[in-house]
């Protein structure tokens, strides 16, 4: 992507921060990206950080950008789009990384013809380790999926799916599985304790554990995750007796019916954010 792209985001919070600061780590030039939001104060907080120029009316954001990111939260986002639709006549790339609503939802907002890729990312885009789920409606071209493309790789990396409904199950996957592995770390922390370990000892056991486990999986490309578990299950040893306990509770069972729960809320708040006319 050419530093010529204007990227406008309207939003300035914690996702748009991760994606400003992955882009101007990768050279991006700060003079092309701008920002805009109703709370002064955190707008204030962003130009001091990034030296962006930021807005506080989000339609004169967009007049001015290549790219529209809507980094706003669900509920709100047919506001903002009704606003801005007659400042983007100049069809600029709309990327949306509101969860849950649909393109042809946000197509409609913005008065029809718009060109949109939907993102779903993920909290570790704060530390530049997330993975994003993308799709792009029949109006965005090659140039601007490309874009996309670097503006969400700029925080990690991004898969495109084919169907807009697989993002909502990379919402139950990706997008809320951060939140899974905390849970996991929780209650390892928890149990450790039990066994007698201090609770600070517990806790970083659990995290090393987590993240030496993930980069081992990361890493480990000729090797399927499923032998890795096997290289680390002797017969008749400890972690078989995990493992067996977690499979006599039926954990692939819980973790499916976990995913379902998520993927089906995720679709319920489209169609109910979508059915607002």
């Given at each position: 992507m050419e530093n010529n792209t204007t990227i406008g985001f309207i939003g300035a919070g914690n996702m748009s921060y991760a994606l400003i600061s992955g882009l101007i780590n990768n050279g991006y030039s700060n003079k092309k990206i701008k920002a805009s939001d109703a709370n002064t104060e955190l707008l204030s907080q962003r130009s001091s950080e990034f030296?962006?120029?930021?807005?506080?009316?989000?339609?004169e954001l967009a007049i001015n950008c290549d790219v529209v990111v809507l980094a706003v939260k669900p509920q709100v986002l047919s506001t903002v789009c009704r606003d801005i639709k007659n400042f983007i006549k100049h069809k600029p790339l709309v990327l949306s990384i509101a969860a849950g609503v649909k393109s042809i939802d946000i197509n409609r907002w913005l008065g029809g013809k718009a060109s949109i890729v939907r993102a779903m990312p993920n909290t570790p885009a704060l530390l530049g380790k997330g993975v994003t789920g993308i799709y792009a409606n029949a109006k965005v071209s090659e140039k601007q999926k490309s874009i996309g493309e670097e503006i969400l790789n700029s925080v990690g990396s991004c898969l495109w799916v084919e169907n807009e409904v697989l993002l909502d199950a990379v919402t139950s996957l990706s997008g809320s599985g951060p939140a899974y592995f905390f849970l996991m770390i929780e209650s390892m922390t928890k149990a450790g304790a039990a066994l007698g370990l201090d609770k600070k000892i517990a806790q970083e056991l659990s995290i090393q554990t987590a993240l030496g486990a993930g980069m081992m999986a990361s890493n480990s490309e000729n090797v399927s995750i499923r032998q890795l578990r096997a290289n680390v299950t002797s017969p008749n040893g400890t972690t078989e007796a995990a493992i067996n306990s977690f499979q006599d509770q039926n954990f692939e069972l819980i973790v499916s019916r976990a995913?379902?729960?998520?993927?089906?809320r995720a679709r319920t708040i489209g169609a109910e954010l979508g059915d607002d006319d």
């Open positions: 030296n962006l120029e930021v807005f506080t009316d989000n339609s995913m379902r729960a998520a993927f089906e």
